[in-house]
Every structure is written in C-alpha cells, then in structure tokens.
C-alpha cells in the first residue's frame, strides 16, 4: 500500500530532479561549447589554408612575373649593346676597306708596276677563257699602259702553253674613268666577260678576308659553329 509523499519528500524529489535536469543541460552546454570549439577551428584552419595558399599564388605570380621582367630586361639590355657592338665593328670594317680603295690610286701611279699588274690580270682571263682571241678593256688613261701590258701577256702566255693568242684592246667599250683601274677580259664574243678591274678584285678580296680579319681584330667568336 502506497503512502502519498509529505511535502518534504516532494521538495527533496523536485530538487533532485531539478539538479539532474540542470547537471545534464550543463554536460549538454558543454558538448555543444566543445562541438562549436571544434568546428571553428577546422573552419578557421580551413581559411588560414586558404588564405595562405592564396597569398602564396599571388607571392609566385608575381615572382614569376618579376622574373620575366628582369629576363626581357636583360635579353634587351644585351640585344641593345650586341647590336652597338656589331655596328662599331662594321664601321671600323668598312673604314678599313675604304681606306685600301684609297690606295688603290696608289698602283697606277707607278706606271712600271702597274703594268706588271694589268699584264697578270689579262694573262688570268686568258687562261680562264682559253680561247685563240680575246679583248681587254680598261680606262682610257690607261690605254698606253695596258697596250704595253698586253704585249707582254701575249709573250709570256706562248711562254707558258706554247701557243700563241690574239689579245686586242676594246677601245669602243674603255671602263669607267672614276674606277680605280685594272681590265675586264671579255671572250666568246663578249658573251663571257672575266672582270678584273682592281675595284672588283678588292671586293673578292674583301669577301674572301672579311673573317680573318674580323678574327685578327675582335678574336675568335665562339657563338659561331661553322665557318666558310
């Protein structure tokens, strides 16, 4: 048989029940404080991460682009002085083989050795063309000279090939009076001319040097892998 509870049993039952109520809403807080806790922090690492992996994009980005920057500063900077190095040189170059076209003056003022030069000249068209009669032209200051010069290239080029060959001076076609002198050989009819005028032998002669000396003053370039 039941006894109904006195008020005091009542106050004591709703006190303990009141105290668990409140010992699980404060165990229940705490799981919630600790579970929030967590989930900030995995957020907040989350953000850092992010955070950091953006600034560290933007970091080698920039870096990237600061490098390519300094690269094509670099490669102009070195463009630039190659190409002020490279004009230098072909001035002092073309100073050079103005200063040989100068002198080539120089040659037909001796009237002796410079028919010694005429004479080797026509003789080298001949032997070129190898034919029984070939022309020389030349300018007309020096048709007195190179009338002399072909004699002796007739003698020593029977001389030479026990032959005899006719060599007559083109006086309806005389070089150009401001060249520096020489003789062109023309044969087959004048379809075949060998022209040996000084200002053309300088320009083979020039072709032909130009690495060696550019060699003799700059020096070897080693950029270079293959040679003439």
């Known amino acids: 048989m039941s006894h109904a509870m006195s008020d005091d049993q009542v106050s004591t039952e ?6 668990f109520i409140r010992q699980e809403a404060l165990e229940k807080a705490q799981e919630i404080r600790i579970k929030a806790d967590e989930e900030f922090a995995i957020e907040k690492s989350k953000l850092v991460r992010a955070e950091t992996s953006s600034i560290d994009n933007a970091y080698a980005k920039r870096f990237k682009q600061a ?3 300094q690269q094509i500063t670099r490669s102009t900077l070195a463009n630039k002085t190659r190409l002020k190095v490279l004009s230098a040189r072909q001035e002092l170059l073309d100073e050079l083989f103005e200063r040989a076209q100068g002198k080539l003056e120089g040659y037909t003022g001796d009237k002796g050795k410079y028919r010694e030069i005429c004479k080797n000249l026509i003789l080298e068209g001949a032997y070129a063309l190898n034919e029984d009669k070939v022309a020389v032209r030349a300018r007309k200051a020096d048709y007195d000279t190179v009338k002399g010069s072909i004699e002796d290239a007739k003698k020593e080029y029977k001389e030479n090939l026990n032959k005899e060959v006719e060599i007559d001076l083109d006086e309806n076609n005389p070089q150009p009076e401001d060249s520096a002198g020489g003789v062109s050989v023309v044969g087959t009819g004048g379809k075949i001319d060998i022209n040996n005028t000084l200002d053309e032998r300088l320009k ?6 130009l690495p060696m000396v550019r060699r003799s003053l700059f020096g070897k370039n080693e950029n270079r892998r293959f040679y003439d």
């Open 14 to 19: 709703l006190k303990k029940m009141t105290a």
């Open 67 to 69: 490098s390519m920057s």
């Open 204 to 209: 083979l002669l020039q072709n032909d040097a």
